[in-house]
Each structure stands twice: as C-alpha cells, then as structure tokens.
Nanobody, 125 residues
Framework: QVQLVESGGGSVQAGGSLRLSCAASGYSYSRDCMGWFRQSPGKEREGVAIIDTIGGRTYYADSVKGRFTVSQDNTKNTLYLQMNSLKPEDSTMYYC??????????????????WGQGTQVAVSS
C-alpha cells in the first residue's frame, strides 16, 4: 500500500510562485512513477507533470511547460511541483499520484493507482 499526502497549496497573485510537496510512504516499487494532476469541478482530470523516478525522465502538459517543474528528493520519499509564473487558470485542486512504472509505463496517462487527498491552489488576477 502507498500513502500520499500533499501540502503547499494556497493563494497567490498572478505571476507568483508556489511549491507543492507530496510525502510518500509505502512500498517504493509501487510508486516509481509519480506526478501531479489537477481537476476542477465538472472537468476531466488533467495530467500536469510526471516523473519516472527510475530514469528521471519528466513529462509535462503543454499548458505548464516552462513554468512548472516536477522533482523528487534523494530519498525518493517526497515529490515536489515548483509552479512559477502562475496564472488564474492554474487555480484548482492539485493531486499527487503514484504507480509502478512496470504496470502501465510512466507518463501523462490515466490509470494511476494511488492518490493523495489534494491541495487547493488559487491564483488571483
């Protein structure tokens, strides 16, 4: 079993920055593909940024490329999402997700097995 706990959400003005954190625990081989999704009410969940923690390859949605950076700490127990140049349209709930690379590959895909409870990001204009 894998547990994911997000933190770091909040309110910021457009153009500002936030860093989200995701503390992970549980069997490490079940969470070597990790990343961030976001979802607004009534909309489909959107993959934002994913990292293959084995090879280090990262994947980003076009809407956040050049502004967001996903990373992990050396122990691979905490995942980060550095969000710069935030826009009002970035406002929504952000969720940390994890899965095994060997189950369905790693990337901006559906079907992640483990999810955190979410953290809210609000960007004002």
């Amino acid at each position: 079993q894998v547990q994911l706990v997000e933190s770091g959400g909040g309110s910021v003005q457009a153009g500002g920055s936030l860093r989200l954190s995701c503390a992970a625990s549980g069997y490490s081989y079940s969470r070597d593909c990790m990343g961030w999704f976001r979802q607004s009410p009534g909309k489909e969940r959107e993959g934002v940024a994913i990292i293959d923690t084995i090879g280090g390859r990262t994947y980003y949605a076009d809407s956040v490329k050049g502004r967001f950076t996903v990373s992990q700490d050396n122990t691979k127990n905490t995942l980060y999402l550095q969000m710069n140049s935030l826009k009002p349209e970035d406002s929504t709930m952000y969720y940390c997700a994890a899965d095994s690379v060997y189950r369905l590959g790693c990337g901006l895909r559906a079907g992640f097995r483990y999810w955190g409870q979410g953290t809210q990001v609000a960007v004002s204009s």
